[in-house]
């Protein structure tokens, strides 16, 4: 265990290291580099998928993102926020999704009880709109039969895992090449007084530490008082809305003022916890145990909802002029949930988008329920 923990803390530390000697690695991107390191171990070494080992494995990258998130929001410029480009991205996130997963209804349906495949339909709008916790009421609200719903949750543990490799190789290129260039350039450090900045210093930029984790502990506390179906929205929305409130600390501007042209430790530390997480998740793929057998026409189903939404969000986010990383932020915040998205933020190197993803994904948990039984009732006979 101490070895198996020590590999799992050690590398990600060991990749950022060595992305500042060698150039490489930052183009390639620590994260796809830290992905393949931990498939490649998953699956050439047996012993690395004892119960032990993953159970531990698993409990870290659930620990990650609640940390990742106040620690990153804490060194965001929150007074760049815009609300019309958040809409901009929702409609285009939102209106891909609807209409790709109602036009494959119609697709992929074939010989299949339309009612039941109706009931697919909604799940999967829940899903790719909202998240999980979606997931769960619709299929309880439109009575699916549990091997549908099994086949569902096993599918698209596969097809957005594979989704979030192609996000981590090849996600910043094409969207900055479909796309307008992003708008925020991520270098910018605004001081809130013209002022020049004060040398950074390790004492001025410790307190922000203490206040992310403050903020994480009590907002996991705070979100096991709802019912478990909405634990993991609220567990999101406190988080948010605690860390955009320590903005305004004196202690955590002066971190944030001192950083000058480097970015703040809390940045730093929560960018170690999101590649950490990404680490935990691909040494948990053991593609040998990989069951694609059952209903292979849902496989295909979710395959053609997740590509063809992207698909249509990028010619959506074109015709509204929205900028490749925004899109991007968005596709995923819908696809895999807002806790990947400070991955995607760091991916981009751009940690003002952590507030415009995770505030689409939180109205889409909102919305996910109301949209998926919407659709039931307009497709099943």
Same mark, same amino acid.
């Given at each position: 265990? #101490?070895?198996?923990?020590?590999?799992?803390?050690?590398?990600? $530390?060991?990749?950022?290291?060595?992305?500042?000697?060698?150039?490489?690695?930052?183009?390639?991107?620590?994260?796809?580099?830290?992905?393949?390191?931990? @498939?490649?171990?998953?699956?050439?070494?047996?012993?690395?998928?004892?119960?032990?080992?993953?159970?531990?494995?698993?409990?870290?990258?659930?620990?990650?993102?609640?940390? +990742?998130?106040?620690?990153?929001?804490?060194?965001?410029?929150?007074?760049?926020?815009?609300?019309?480009?958040?809409?901009?991205?929702?409609?285009?996130?939102?209106?891909?999704?609807?209409?790709?997963?109602?036009?494959? #209804?119609?697709?992929?349906?074939?010989?299949?009880?339309?009612?039941?495949? $109706? &009931?697919?339909?909604? /799940?999967?709008?829940?899903?790719?709109?909202?998240?999980?916790?979606?997931?769960?009421?619709?299929?309880?609200?439109?009575?699916?039969?549990?091997?549908?719903?099994?086949?569902?949750?096993?599918?698209?543990?596969?097809?957005?895992?594979?989704?979030? /490799?192609?996000?981590?190789?090849?996600?910043?290129?094409?969207?900055?090449?479909?796309?307008?260039?992003?708008?925020?350039? /991520?270098?910018? %450090?605004?001081?809130?007084?013209? &002022?020049?900045?004060?040398?950074?210093?390790?004492?001025?930029?410790?307190?922000? @530490?203490?206040?992310?984790?403050?903020?994480? /502990? $009590?907002?996991?506390?705070?979100?096991?008082?709802?019912?478990?179906?909405?634990?993991?929205?609220?567990?999101?929305l406190i988080l948010t809305t605690l860390s955009i409130a320590a903005t305004f600390l004196p202690l955590i501007r002066?971190?944030?003022?001192? %950083?000058?042209?480097?970015?703040?430790? +809390?940045? +730093?530390?929560?960018?170690?916890?999101?590649?950490?997480?990404?680490?935990?998740? $691909?040494?948990?793929?053991?593609?040998? &145990?990989?069951?694609?057998?059952?209903?292979?026409?849902?496989?295909?189903?979710?395959?053609?909802?997740? #590509?063809?939404?992207? @698909?249509? &969000?990028?010619? #959506?986010?074109?015709?509204?002029?929205?900028?490749?990383?925004?899109?991007?932020?968005?596709?995923?915040?819908?696809?895999? +949930?807002?806790?990947?998205?400070?991955?995607?933020?760091?991916?981009?190197?751009?940690?003002?988008?952590?507030?415009?993803?995770?505030?689409?994904?939180?109205?889409?948990? @909102?919305?996910?329920n109301y949209l998926g039984l919407a659709v039931f009732f307009l497709l099943a006979p």
């Open positions: 265990m #101490f070895l198996y923990l020590l590999y799992l803390f050690a590398t990600p $530390a060991l990749v950022m290291l060595l992305a500042r000697k060698w150039t490489w690695i930052d183009k390639v991107s620590p994260m796809a580099l830290l992905y393949i390191i931990g @498939l490649l171990v998953a699956n050439l070494t047996p012993w690395i998928q004892q119960p032990g080992l993953l159970a531990a494995n698993n409990l870290i990258g659930n620990i990650c993102i609640p940390l +990742s998130i106040p620690l990153m929001l804490l060194a965001c410029n929150l007074s760049g926020w815009s609300t019309g480009k958040a809409l901009k991205a929702g409609l285009c996130g939102f209106t891909a999704v609807v209409i790709v997963t109602v036009a494959g #209804f119609f697709l992929f349906r074939g010989n299949s009880d339309p009612r039941q495949f $109706a &009931q697919v339909c909604a /799940v999967a709008i829940g899903i790719y709109t909202g998240g999980i916790p979606n997931m769960g009421a619709i299929a309880r609200g439109v009575g699916m039969d549990p091997d549908t719903y099994l086949y569902i949750t096993s599918y698209d543990l596969i097809v957005t895992g594979l989704y979030l /490799v192609f996000v981590i190789c090849f996600g910043k290129p094409l969207f900055r090449r479909l796309l307008p260039s992003r708008l925020t350039p /991520v270098t910018a %450090a605004p001081a809130a007084t013209p &002022q020049q900045p004060a040398p950074w210093s390790l004492k001025a930029q410790l307190p922000a @530490l203490p206040v992310a984790l403050a903020i994480a /502990v $009590a907002s996991y506390l705070l979100s096991t008082l709802f019912p478990e179906n909405l634990s993991t929205p609220m567990l999101i002066r971190a944030n003022n001192n %950083a000058g042209s480097r970015q703040p430790l +809390s940045f +730093s530390v929560g960018l170690y916890c999101v590649y950490l997480f990404c680490f935990t998740i $691909a040494n948990a793929c053991d593609i040998r &145990q990989m069951n694609l057998a059952g209903s292979l026409g849902i496989l295909w189903y979710i395959l053609f909802i997740i #590509f063809g939404s992207l @698909l249509l &969000q990028i010619l #959506f986010s074109r015709l509204l002029h929205l900028d490749g990383d925004s899109a991007l932020v968005t596709s995923v915040a819908l696809i895999n +949930s807002p806790p990947f998205v400070p991955l995607v933020a760091a991916l981009l190197k751009n940690k003002d988008l952590i507030m415009l993803g995770i505030t689409i994904g939180l109205f889409g948990y @909102l919305i996910g």
